[in-house]
């Protein structure tokens, strides 16, 4: 089993900033890309960024220049750095994982999810 692990999430007001932090656990043969989604009350579950084991990374046009992804590969983290955050940003963020485990360290990729965070922005 695989967990993902999540914090950081909470009440901002509009312009502030929060961090949120990903760790993941449990029977990992190795990680591939790693990543935060989020989804808005009735709507879709979209993706806010993206980062590979290289450090390639890949954002939504909505979040480019006041959100930054990190990762540290030696112990399963990612993380989000959200500046600049608006009323638009609220949602609840997920974390994602591509992940092959110990049980099958050369089978396809597997994707995994955080039980997510609710990051609300309002003044």
């Known amino acids: 089993q695989v967990q993902l692990v999540e914090s950081g999430g909470g009440l901002v007001q509009p312009g502030g900033s929060l961090r949120l932090s990903c760790a993941a656990s449990?029977?990992?043969?190795?990680?591939?890309?790693m990543g935060w989604y989020r989804q808005a009350p009735g709507k879709q579950r979209e993706l806010v960024a993206r980062i590979t084991t290289g450090g390639s990374t890949d954002y939504a046009d909505s979040v480019k220049g006041r959100f930054t992804i990190s990762r540290d590969n030696t112990k399963n983290t990612v993380s989000l750095q959200m500046n600049s955050l608006n009323s638009e940003d609220t949602a609840v963020y997920y974390c994602?994982?591509?992940?092959?485990?110990?049980?099958?360290?050369?089978?396809?990729?597997?994707?995994?999810w955080g039980q997510g965070t609710q990051v609300t922005v309002s003044s």
């Open positions: 449990g029977s990992i043969f190795s990680i591939n890309a």
């Open positions: 994602n994982a591509a992940v092959r485990t110990l049980g099958a360290p050369w089978g396809p990729w597997q994707d995994y």
